[in-house]
Antibody, heavy 116, light 106 residues
Framework: EVQLVQSGAGVKKPGESLRISCEASGYTYTKNWIAWVRQMPGKGLEWMGIVFPRDSDVRYNPSFQGQVTISVDKSINTAYIQWSSLKASDTAMYYC?????????WGQGTMVIVSS | DIQMTQSPSTLSASIGDRVTITCRASQTISNWLAWYQQKPGKAPKLLIYKASVLQGGVPSRFSGSGFGTEFTLTIDSLQADDFATYYCQQYDNYWTFGQGTKVEVK
């Protein structure tokens, strides 16, 4: 079974750092890009960036460039997204998804709450 | 940037109804259009890609059509499990989602 499993929810304070992960299984990991998608509370979906596991190529949505860092470790089939200094406005659900035609497999989501 | 506009934002319907959701792109995207269903607290689920191709396992009451800038998602004979929010997404030039259409109980 093809699946993406994300790390657990986190509650952080403004200014703290955070890295969340997305582990893939059930397919050849280096064949598909992985995307990160943000969904703020009660809002729609926004793509943040993508990473290609074969060569670690990363592309960012200009709206998120400089705000997050996306990376991958193909040896353990895991993609990451990280923040060096969280803001309250980073409070959201974050999803990873496999790129195919559209985004055909999604992780279960990781809720990030940033509050003082 | 390509903008995607869905209508309506909310749709009230009853079980058995035929439901149509429209998605308009700000520029032509050929048929690089996907539709997703999302239920509260869950990840989106891919229903349709390339504007009209049904993803495996998706019931045949879902269908998609369109090309260029105008697209529709149709649900024939709405079922209880179909009450959810639906998003279109273009993937011609990176990815952009529509704002969503909530299908609620009438």
């Amino acid at each position: 079974e093809v699946q993406l499993v994300q790390s657990g929810a986190g509650v952080k304070k403004p200014g703290e750092s955070l890295r969340i992960s997305c582990e893939a299984s059930g397919y050849t990991y280096t064949k598909n890009w992985i995307a990160w998608v943000r969904q703020m509370p009660g809002k729609g979906l926004e793509w943040m960036g993508i990473v290609f596991p074969r060569d670690s190529d990363v592309r960012y949505n200009p709206s998120f460039q400089g705000q997050v860092t996306i990376s991958v470790d193909k040896s353990i089939n895991t993609a990451y997204i990280q923040w060096s200094s969280l803001k309250a406005s980073d409070t959201a659900m974050y999803y990873c998804a496999r790129l195919s035609d559209g985004m055909d497999v999604w992780g279960q989501g990781t809720m990030v709450i940033v509050s003082s | 940037d390509i903008q995607m506009t869905q209508s309506p934002s909310t749709l009230s319907a009853s079980i058995g109804d035929r439901v149509t959701i429209t998605c308009r792109a700000s520029q032509t995207i050929s048929n690089w259009l996907a539709w997703y269903q999302q239920k509260p607290g869950k990840a989106p689920k891919l229903l349709i890609y390339k504007a009209s191709v049904l993803q495996g396992g998706v019931p045949s009451r879902f269908s998609g059509s369109g090309f260029g800038t105008e697209f529709t998602l149709t649900i024939d004979s709405l079922q209880a499990d179909d009450f959810a929010t639906y998003y279109c997404q273009q993937y011609d030039n990176y990815w952009t989602f529509g704002q969503g259409t909530k299908v609620e109980v009438k």
